[in-house]
């Protein structure tokens, strides 16, 4: 098991499968116990060393290779970690009772792994494209369902895609 | 040969970024979205492995799919902006600035990264007309189209300097992220007429 899987695939799989859900409660039961889980992780286990409970033995490896790149998370992250997931947790609980529980979850979940992933990936030069994809997932969250796109939200899409080319050259 | 074929490249990219600035229907929109896609390919592979850089031709061809559905089911929407000629003459001088502009700097520009002289005025005219595209309209479709016409100019460049499969990956991700929010945003502009 590797630190990247954990916190960063593991999220973005949940964010998927709550997206194909309908009932509100099981969005935020699951959303709230996974990024709670996700803090007392990255609280309590340490990374690349092994954590002995009883008879098993784990190691969290730092490194995950992915198409020839990699996504590193050392010991040096986990506060961080604690930080972004234990604020998406505070942020997530009033959710329900604003009636936009069934978007904010599963985007807000894959918008947090994203970012996370940006802060992983190596070189870092690459986390212009994983921020843009974060960008391009909050624009359901950021228009209603009933208006058309304000010049806000196509200036801040606008923006932010410019913004790509120029961190990656 | 290849040379030929480059600056016939060149010749659609100019023909298809300057179409798209002035195109109000969204059918001959998307046409020329396709026909720019393909120049887009062929001067990627120019330092590409073909089979990395048809991963372009796809992709475009998919947001221009995607685009084209949500169109279709937007299409009443859409069809009272199709007789938008305000402001034609500006739009004509602009682009000729961005023309000339561009093949002031292409030179040195190719110079600095290698590339023939036709695919680096490719990728500065895409990125120019895209950016002027962006800079004269509010509709959400032609946005999209505007920012898929600067991504397209910013790969051309890009793969003279970069070829990392990753990367390749996450510009697909990227490219398709705007064609979805195009097609995101006619659907709730559907939703909104009925």
Redesign the interface.
Known sequence: MSAPLLWIFLPLALAVLLLLLNNQKVILLAACLLTLFLTMAAWLLPIESALTIGQWTFKLSSSFQILGRSLTLTSADRSFLVLIYGSTFFWFIPAPSLQIAQRLLPLGLAITSLLVAALAVEPFLYAALLIEMAVLLSIPLLMSQQQTPSKGLLRFLIFQTLGVPFILF | MTDILNWIALLIVIVTATGLLFSRDWRWSLGLLAGQYLSVFWMVQAHWPISMAASKLVTGWMACAVLGIAQLNAGRVRETESTWLQGRLFQIFAAGMVLVATFAISLRVATWLGLSLPVALGGLLL?GLG?LH?GIT?D?FQ?IL??LT??GG?EI??AA??S????T???V??NL??A??GA??AN??Q??AS
Do not use: N
């Open positions: 990125i950016l962006l509010s959400s946005v505007g920012l600067v991504l910013f460049l890009y300097v970069e990392s499969a990753l990367v990956a996450l510009l991700v990227v992220g705007p979805m929010a995101y945003f709730i502009a939703e909104k």
